[in-house]
Nanobody, 125 residues
């Protein structure tokens, strides 16, 4: 089992940037494919990005392609989400997830085996 803790959320103006971090404990992060999801008020949770165990493959939702970058540092047991050119519609609680399956399956099904508690991202002027 793995425990996930997100950090790095906050309030940012449109066009700004934030970097989210997801720290894992309990098991080696390289055991899992990892992903980021988000949920805005009144909406269902949606897939944002996923990365394979070694970081060789990444997947993104169309809405964030070219603006967000997912990466991982297995030595630090941490996954990151660099978010640039933020828009008000990016406002949501962002969740980190781990899966024993593949990153592609996570992008296709939005399923994860373990979830963090989430970090709030608010994009507003």
């Amino acid at each position: 089992q793995v425990q996930l803790v997100e950090s790095g959320g906050g309030l940012v103006q449109p066009g700004g940037s934030l970097r989210l971090s997801c720290a894992a404990s309990g098991r080696t992060l390289s055991t899992y494919a990892m992903g980021w999801f988000r949920q805005a008020p009144g909406k269902e949770r949606e897939f944002v990005a996923a990365i394979s165990r070694r970081g060789s493959s990444t997947y993104y939702a169309d809405s964030v392609k070219g603006r967000f970058t997912i990466s991982r540092d297995n030595a630090k047991n941490t996954v990151y989400l660099q978010m640039n050119s933020l828009k008000p519609e990016d406002t949501a609680v962002y969740y980190c997830a781990a899966t024993r399956s593949s990153a592609q399956s996570m992008s296709d099904t939005s399923l994860g085996d373990y979830w963090g508690q989430g970090t709030q991202v608010t994009v507003s002027s």
